[in-house]
């Protein structure tokens, strides 16, 4: 009988451990500004997921007629607990690339120089402002990639 | 013995080559924005020429400083980058990216007739010296006076600060682009991109 128990006691920790390791929906968290449409529009490795949220997404047009993006990112890494442990892992401050990939109507990507990754500071409880503008007036889709940055 | 002390010797020597050896990377393709690239503290590496062309491009495409008030589409010319380094720059890693934006985002042309360096097409000229070749159709041949002048100028300037301390260095680095309006000789557009690179040397090499 006690064999047994263990037995369940084991697979129910096994299956916990599993669910736990897990990749979920792979999407950052938002402000109350942001729609669940705009964060569909965000795609993160787990790091940044866990560690940054959108706070805002605005667009307008550039006088050349062009969208123009500005994305506020807020490192959700702050507190005393939080920041000991960032300063521990060497993630004080906290390395992150970006970057903004632009579509046109048909969807096909259109190349431009913020396809490439940039890098972004955050210190703790900080909100970044990401800007872009989009390559051509025609362009009206847009995805913003974001990943942690590797030494 | 002494057999026995050569034998570790060049058993030693033998590890040593090995392990020499094992430390090579072979040649291999990497991305060009990848975290992979060497960083330097002194130079201007890949990320640094991308952040600097970016951060400008997407500045003067949101400046509408292209925009003419006669609706007509201008034409841009893209002039001397200076170079007020401590190295050898080729600037036109970022005049390359900004002339490719300027043409994509449909604000304006670019002039290959007039310029610095590989900004310019020779051929625009030499073709009109064929006008007395008859070798040539001449009415194939450009004519003089078709030539479209620019408007406006882009220039620039790259400048570097270095600073010591200890065995710590610290590299500024200032990508200023200026926009000129032919006709009035004023700028009209101007951003700086600033980069600052920090890094400390081992005490052995």
């Known amino acids: 009988m006690r064999r047994l128990f263990l037995l369940a006691a084991g697979a129910a920790a096994l299956a916990m451990l599993a669910a736990g390791c897990q990749n979920t ?20 490795d787990s790091f940044c997921r866990d560690r940054l949220a959108v706070m805002s997404v605005h667009r307008s047009r550039t006088e050349g ?8 990112l807020r490192s959700e890494r702050y507190g005393f607990f939080p920041e000991i442990w960032s300063w521990f892992t060497g993630e004080n401050p906290y390395y992150i690339n970006y970057r903004v990939d632009w ?39 847009f995805m913003v990639s974001l990943k942690e940055k590797n030494d | 013995m002494k057999r026995v002390l050569y034998g570790i010797t060049g058993l030693c020597f033998l590890l040593l080559l090995l392990a020499a050896g094992g430390c090579a990377s072979p040649a291999r393709i990497i991305g060009i924005d990848s975290d992979e690239a060497l960083v330097t503290v002194s130079g201007i590496d890949p990320a640094d020429w991308q952040r600097a ?22 034409v841009v010319m893209i002039s001397r980058i200076r170079n007020y380094t401590m190295m050898h720059l080729e600037s036109q890693i970022l005049t390359d990216k900004i002339r490719r934006a300027i043409l994509q985002s449909g604000q304006a042309k670019v002039s290959s007739a007039v310029g ?30 078709t030539v479209i002048a620019p408007n406006f100028s882009l220039s620039g300037a790259i400048t570097q600060q270095t600073a010591y301390q200890g065995r710590t260095e610290e590299s500024y680095f200032l990508f200023h682009m200026a926009l000129t309006d032919l006709a009035t000789g004023l700028a009209v557009w101007e951003n700086t991109v600033e980069i600052l690179k920090q890094g400390t040397y081992p005490l052995f090499y």
């Open chain 2, 116 to 145: 610095v360096g590989g900004n310019i097409d020779l051929a625009v000229r030499r073709i009109r010296a064929k006008e007395l070749d008859d070798l040539f159709d001449q009415s194939t041949v450009q004519k003089r006076g």
């Open chain 2, 53 to 74: 062309a970016e951060e400008n491009i997407r500045s003067l495409l949101a400046s509408g400083a292209l925009r003419r008030t006669d609706g007509q589409q201008p």
């Open chain 1, 103 to 141: 579509f046109d109507p048909d969807g096909m990507k259109v190349a431009s120089p913020s396809s490439n990754w940039m890098t972004e500071i955050f210190y703790p409880g900080e909100t970044r402002y990401l800007q872009s503008v989009a390559p051509n007036s025609k362009c009206c889709g």
């Open chain 1, 65 to 72: 007629g062009a969208m123009k993006l500005q994305v506020a």
């Open chain 1, 25 to 44: 929906v792979n999407t950052l968290s938002g402000g109350p500004e942001v729609s669940q449409l705009d964060l569909q529009r965000f795609s993160s």
